[in-house]
């Protein structure tokens, strides 16, 4: 008698199908480290701190309480001292970010190949926010020092590249209008943990002031002379970090102790649960491709569970139904168990795609075995 596909032995499918399901949980799950490195370390030879992969540094949840409070609709200046490692071309790496709790950034500093970027978040009825982004071409050159100073106030935003104008936005460019306040910091990744950033960063300082362009110099001069302590614009000064520690997991603020914090293992601020995709969508050959693996990688997954069904259930609409809920439900259960992971990222993304592959993989055994019956 001619065997086909569909003569598979029972006790073979009860062997694939449950192997396959382990091989898709440890794929989504690998590699199963629940206590990663923070990849930080302090550097030998000077002040300052190295990224040198999935890594991150981060304030108590106490910046609003400073005096006072900053980045609240007011002047601000804010100076880092930094070196990138590399310039990435793929992604959008977060050197800098002030956070208050919610979905997004209040605003970040991140580079894009050799490209200094400013985005700040602008809040919308019903909770929607947008990003608006500015850039400074050439800012960021790889293994280079520099000085970033940004001054920000009701007559525009200033950025300043050691010491010198590089260019100058337009009033309330990067200064958010909604009322709300920063509660934290996250310096060399997103506070969510996606974006990490790696080079060297050799000093902070934030001010409830917008400095003028001398000033700006003379804090040049000073960081380079290593006194950046000693400004004299003391009375406006919010935080100064001067990396100086050389060990340990604390890095100390030299003016209200809002302290900075360098755990031993990569832990994030913030840890989102299923990501909705209109959050998470991108117009990029990576999440695209993401979306082609996860598709795929259910296919057969799919096909062996409808298999395994039809031996019991004749109904094709109820086997149907069955299948794509053991598929979602298996997806599912790897985005919820991510949420434990700090190097992963749950997405309600990949659960559609992986429940879309069950799907196609269902259709496909329907119609091959259509096609042997004929």
Known sequence: ???????????ILFILCPLYALGLLCVGLWPFNFWPENKVAWLK???GVHFYGQGIIFSEPIVNNSKPPFFYGGPVTLEICLQPDREP???????????DGKESEIFFLAQLKSGL???TRILQPHGRCFYKAGGIEDALRKRERRLITITADQQGTNVYIDGKLEEAFPPNSFIPQDGTTPNQITLGNSPIGKDSWTGNIYGLAL???????????????????????SSPEKESQVAIYLFDERAGTRIHDQINRLDLLMPPRFIVPQKNILVPPWKDFRLTF????????????????????????????TSRSHSFIIVILLGSFLSLTIELI?????????????VFTNTMGTVLGTILFHFYQSREKS
Do not use: C, E
């Open 1 to 11: 008698m001619k065997r086909n596909l569909f003569d598979i032995d029972k006790k």
């Open 45 to 47: 030879d000077r002040n």
């Open 89 to 99: 071309d793929s992604s959008l790496p977060h050197i800098f970010s002030l956070y």
């Open 117 to 119: 970027v400013l985005q």
């Open 207 to 229: 001010y409830n002031r917008s400095l003028t362009a001398d000033q700006v110099f003379h804090h040049f001069q000073n960081w380079a002379n290593g006194k950046i302590a």
């Open 286 to 313: 990576s999440f695209f491709h993401d979306v082609m693996i996860n598709i795929l990688g259910f296919i057969p997954f799919g096909f062996l569970i409808t298999a395994l069904i039809r031996r019991r259930i």
């Open 338 to 350: 991510q949420v434990y992971l700090p190097n992963r990222y749950s997405q309600l993304m990949d």
